[in-house]
């Protein structure tokens, strides 16, 4: 992933946030182009919309990302000083006296170029690190934080002298285009409103029709300590404990009952279980081992797997399907929190992270792509199992969107897929104009479209 993906990545996190909550989250620090974010939200139609139409949310923070790739480019010469400057700066702070007179004509060329007195007072530490009475440590400090500060200002301001010089052409962009990129997003998810069956999918995946929060999907190994045993004979005792059986009770006790004065203290002590008695080890060594099943509770609002079958029978039709349900999946994973996997295959998979904020140009490029190719199953169902298998997407909700034209899964993968079933995973599936009745021991539920 470039430098640039990461950096876009970031800013797509910062939108959703401050779409949701109004405010960027505690990790965001002084930066125009999160700051020109907010301008750009916080204008009052685009605040209404973004609130009220998902699709109109996506739609502007394309543009708005497409423009900031075009901003980080040209921030890259000015990134490319700063860092230049920051490395001088930070090896004069950490040299010792010695270097730092080497480096000092080096030092005070770069700040009397770059500064005035008002950003750098160089002239103010010359004459102080010229008398006796300042320490030199303290007055280097001083001036380092100084020219730190000053670096950071001006850096900052000529990254914002760039947005207000090009800002211009994405708001004029945004008006005479900003319909059309709307309208063209909202295409791509108008299949998702054509079938009713899709609002279904969506709803299930939610979680929102569950009828039973526990699974019996796990397995405990208990094992019993060493417990003390009543009613020994003689030879196997190992000492004394409390307890009421009467077989094992020390002749002590019994003899409470030989006088009426401490006959009820006998009484007493039977029904609490106070009465000393023996007891022994049991004749096992070592712990005793019991297998039982523990109720396991399936998430309320668990991940997701979705699986897109890109091979060339689901061009057209079945192709705008999909695109428009996983767009869907989307947006109701980003509301609830859930983390949501993408494996898209023909003859090959590719894997995606489709909530990470740092994957939305991969989102893109996959509602782009056409699909084409054969189709290999079995490699798809080997990467839903390796999900599985991962800490983040156990007992998720597996979604295949196929026409199903493709073999069963292979023996040993078949036993795989039933085994994270038992655990509490889910596989659902939409057949679109295929193969309808594909592993039925496989899919809990199959939808079909026609």
Known sequence: MSRYEVSLGRYAGYFDYYVENGTMPESYSLDPLADYLQEVLNEPSNKYLCMIDATWRESIKRSLLDFFEQMLKLY???DSDYNKEMKLLQKFEEADIDTKRQMWSQVVRTIATKYTDDEVNLNGYKYMLQSPAFDNDLVFNMMCADWRAAAEM????AKKKLIEINKGS?????????????????????????????????????????????????????YLPFLLSHGVSHEDIEGTTLGNDLQSVIPAEIALLADSETEMLFYHRFASKQLQQFSSRPSSKKPVKTVEKVPRTRLEHG????????????????????????????????????????????????TLELTSSENWRAVDQFLAMQFTGGTDGELMFRDVIGALNSEDFEMADVLLVSDFCFPNPMPVTRAKILDEKRKGTRFYGLCIEGNACYGSEIIDKMWELK
Do not use: H, W
Request: hydrophobic share 30%.
């Open 76 to 78: 890259s010469p000015i």
């Open 154 to 157: 001006r850096m900052q301001g």
């Open 170 to 222: 994405f708001e004029t962009r945004m008006r005479d285009y900003g319909s059309e990129d709307y309208l063209t997003l909202k295409d791509k998810v108008s299949a998702f409103y054509r079938y009713p069956m899709l609002k279904e999918i969506v709803r299930k995946l939610g979680r929102e029709q569950e009828t039973s929060t526990k699974e019996e999907d796990n397995i405990k190994y208990r």
């Open 303 to 350: 991940p997701i797997i979705l699986c897109v079958d890109t091979s060339g029978s689901m061009n057209g039709r079945p192709e705008a399907i999909a695109k428009s349900l996983v767009m869907q999946v989307l947006q109701m994973a980003k509301k609830q929190r859930r983390r949501c996997f993408l494996i898209s295959y023909s003859v090959r998979t590719r």
